[in-house]
């Protein structure tokens, strides 16, 4: 069964930085893509970021140049460095990853406020 299991959200300052962490059950070589999804509240749950299997990577516009997502493959470990968050940048943040399948894990809460 395979389980995807976030940690590192917290409150922080605007300008502030936090890294997230997105462990797999599995080896994560068995994902064609992992990647973070977030939703605030009474919005939908959009593409934050996402990474291949050949490391090629996918941000939203939003979040470009002030996160960055990669992969420790010996760990089955997804990491989304946030730098310079902003008040908007609070959500939950979801771990995702697919190949024949899609799979979710439960969230971490990320909030931004002074």
């Known amino acids: 069964q395979v389980q995807l299991v976030e940690s590192g959200g917290g409150l922080v300052q605007p300008g502030g930085s936090l890294r997230l962490s997105c462990a797999a059950s599995v080896n994560i070589f068995s994902f064609n893509t992992v990647g973070w999804y977030r939703q605030a509240p009474g919005k939908k749950r959009d593409l934050v970021a996402q990474?291949?299997?050949?490391?090629?990577?996918v941000y939203d516009n939003s979040v470009k140049g002030r996160f960055t997502i990669s992969r420790d493959n010996a760990r089955n470990t997804v990491y989304l460095l946030m730098d310079s968050l902003k008040p908007e940048d609070t959500a939950v943040y979801y771990c995702h990853a697919f190949n024949h399948n899609t799979y979710w894990g439960r969230g971490t809460q990320v909030t931004v406020s002074s």
């Open positions: 990474i291949t299997n050949g490391g090629s990577t």
